[in-house]
């Protein structure tokens, strides 16, 4: 099946490039503002974005995926650039975004490249990705973090020093069981380091309705695990699943939270703490008066990826439930 040649975006719609587009794509490949972070200099010419859009075009030959323009979907015009990309040097995918100064500041950037994610795996197979920028570009970085991208490592690009942060989108195809910290990327064969996470810290963000906070990632923890928070409000909750992969071990901080876990139902209050091994169904939900805080670890890590694929979903309204069944399916989680 050949890969789609349109990516549609609330606000956008995404094509390859053809070198007509280097009039006014040097609009924003020329502007030293929108180029500031970027290794290579502003363009001086539109002849040089020829070639540099040559250049993407010859990528998407050779892999299949590349980076592509970006449309305004009202009016057509282009406004930017998104997509695929390899890092020089090895076979890993980088996730790239970048748009004219115009359309900073209206969350475009992680719209489209949430929309990107959506259709890694399904396009091009890709199970995992990678991202960067300057260690000074903190928009860049807060769309990285957003979309559940997680620092690794630091490491030369094109010649700079730049923060590289990594994304699971999926296990193996056909793995059953965890693999070992070493073998899930090379990303995870750096050193680790001791933690002090203070209270109140780690990036937070909505997952189905719940306030999810990351204490640990799973690059920090060599991928042996990954801990999260949860604000669990009475009467909602996470319904009951297994994973086939996962350990799971909860932790009650303060409030009261129903746990189901095989045929056993129990009221957990503070201090209280409850496991659920891979292959038991288990299920949460807030309980009492007042909302119910929790802490919860996933072993091995590698679920962060479903988390993160999830935390990018509209919070606003409910779960599409067959995009969310096929979504867990790939990390071997099942609602039963």
Known sequence: MSTPQVLSTARTHLRPFELTDADAAFAWFSDPEVMRYIPSPPDATVHQTEERIGRYMEHGRNHGFSKWIVLDEKTGAPIGDAGF??????????LGYRLARKEWGKGLATEIAARWLEVADEWYGFRELFAFAHPENKPSLHVMEKLGFRYSHTEKIY??????????????????????????????????????????SGANFNLLGLSTTIKVTAAQSGGAYVLYEQIVLPGMGVPPHVHTREDEVFFVLDGEVEFLAGDQSVIAKAGDVLHAPRGVPHAYKGVGEVPAK?????????????????????SDVPPDLAKLGDLCAKFGISFV
């Open 159 to 200: 010649g700079m020093d730049a923060p590289l942060y990594r994304l699971l989108l999926a296990p193996a195809a056909g793995e059953t069981a965890p693999r070992s910290a070493s073998s899930i990327s090379p990303a995870m064969s750096t050193t680790l380091q001791a933690l002090h996470i203070p209270e109140g």
């Open 294 to 314: 929790i802490r919860f670890l996933v072993s091995p890590g590698e679920i962060e990826g479903m988390f993160a694929q999830l935390a990018s979903w509209p």
């Open 85 to 94: 990309y390899t890092i020089p040097g090895s076979n890993r995918v980088e």
